[in-house]
């Protein structure tokens, strides 16, 4: 779960890493009362959760309260990379003499996480990466002995960060990783870290994402998710317990375990075709769980066939069967539904099935044998063949 910027700085702030003096509006008219109190030269930072919003338009300057409220006008309602803004953290300009760039994110190689470092910053860190190879250093941290001084003298010294700096960005860093520890994050930056023209070192920006397996044990954190950035299909697949992921195909997956989701759009792509979504409905799949997936797949208008791949363990073929029977009486299904049921009952699935399609006259079910003449068959009535 990746937090709102001004929810990262608070917790940011909480623990002693230095930020901006800021408040969250919602009206155009809060932006100008806020800006006032914050002496009229502020930043207006759109709340919305993608990266490069500076560069989209989605922060902006101004020098008086009354020059904040003209650009907040403009500014609520405005999409940038498909998300609305509906939210402006207002906080007072800093004047930068120079930015920088201090995260950390996991690496999986080794089996640890990435402290990244760098004497430049504000841009991507892969432009950092490209432009000024000089001034970015990296080291791996392993959670088990945790992150040692010397890893952050060599990060200092390899990205030639000027000595003066020194001090306080290794407060911050160490700073930073307590926060990743402690929040069970999976990513945290500051970008940019931003030295003032006085001489302070400050945070201007802050990524928090929270490691969604962990945030069970984080209710005040898992309390901040913003479910107006949540897609709406995937909120109410959420709330149901089903692991939905929207994508931009046309192809709707339903199958068992992630494994065999993943293993089935693969599939989809080798036969030149687009799965529309991720949709697994774990082990042991019930049939009331199946006519849901059904209706969630069917919330998404680019869906032109739906594929059920099902490898039966502890999830009972018959069971999947009677779940989209179910699913085919109560509601309207106007897209063909290509099945492949393997597995643990499989015979009375199939049966079960069958029986259907002869007592209702239904030509819009497909019952393959493998997966890959479902991808297939899935693949051709997608393109309308
Ligand atoms: P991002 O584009 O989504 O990463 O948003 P940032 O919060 O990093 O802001 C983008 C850029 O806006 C920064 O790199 C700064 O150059 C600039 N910026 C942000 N806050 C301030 C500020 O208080 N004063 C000034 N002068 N520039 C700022
Ligand atoms: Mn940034």
Redesign the pocket.
Same mark, same amino acid.
């Given at each position: 779960m990746r937090l709102h910027e001004y929810q990262a700085k608070q917790i940011f702030r909480q623990h002693g890493i230095p930020t901006a003096r800021g408040e969250l509006a919602l009206t155009p008219e809060q932006v100008k009362e806020i800006a006032e109190k914050l002496g009229g030269k502020v930043v207006l930072k759109s709340q919305v959760l993608v #990266?490069g919003r #500076?560069k989209a338009g989605g922060i902006k300057l101004a020098n008086s309260a009354d020059e904040a409220y003209e650009l907040a006008k403009q500014m609520f309602g405005m999409v940038i990379k498909g998300h609305k803004v509906e939210k402006l953290y207002v906080e007072e300009q800093l004047e930068i003499e120079r930015e920088m760039y201090v995260g950390f994110t996991i690496d999986r190689a080794s089996k640890g996480f990435a402290l990244i470092v760098s004497s430049v910053g504000g841009m991507d860190i892969e432009e950092i990466a490209a432009k000024h190879p000089d001034r970015i250093a990296r080291v791996t941290v392993d959670p088990i002995y945790g992150l040692w001084d010397y890893q952050i003298r060599e990060v200092l010294y390899k990205s030639n960060m000027p000595k003066e700096y020194h001090r306080e960005v290794t407060r911050i860093i160490k700073t930073l990783y307590s926060i990743l520890v402690h929040n069970e994050a999976e990513l945290t930056e500051i970008?940019?870290l931003v030295v003032t023209k006085d001489g302070k070192i400050i945070a201007a920006?802050a990524r928090l994402n929270i490691d969604d397996n962990a945030l069970y044990r984080h209710p005040e954190l898992k309390e901040l998710k913003d479910y107006t950035e949540v897609d709406q299909t995937e909120r109410i697949a959420e709330e149901k317990g089903l692991n939905f992921v929207k994508l931009d195909g046309n192809i709707g997956v339903i199958a068992n375990g992630a494994g065999m989701s993943m293993a089935t759009m693969d599939l989809i792509y080798l036969e030149g075709g687009k799965p529309a979504n991720f949709l697994d409905v774990g082990g042991g799949a019930s049939s009331e769980v199946v006519k849901e997936a059904v209706s969630i797949i069917l919330m998404d208008e680019n869906v032109k066939v739906i594929f059920m791949n099902i490898f039966g363990g502890i999830t009972r073929c018959d069971e999947v069967a009677r779940g989209l029977i179910t699913a085919f009486s109560e509601m309207e299904i106007p897209v063909p539904v290509v099945l492949r049921l393997a597995g643990t009952n499989e015979e009375e699935g199939r049966k079960l099935i069958e029986e259907f399609i002869r007592e209702k006259g239904i030509e819009s079910i497909f019952l393959v044998e493998t997966m890959e003449e479902g991808a297939k068959k899935a693949v051709e009535l997608a393109k309308g063949v």
């Open positions: #990266g #500076g970008n940019p920006d």
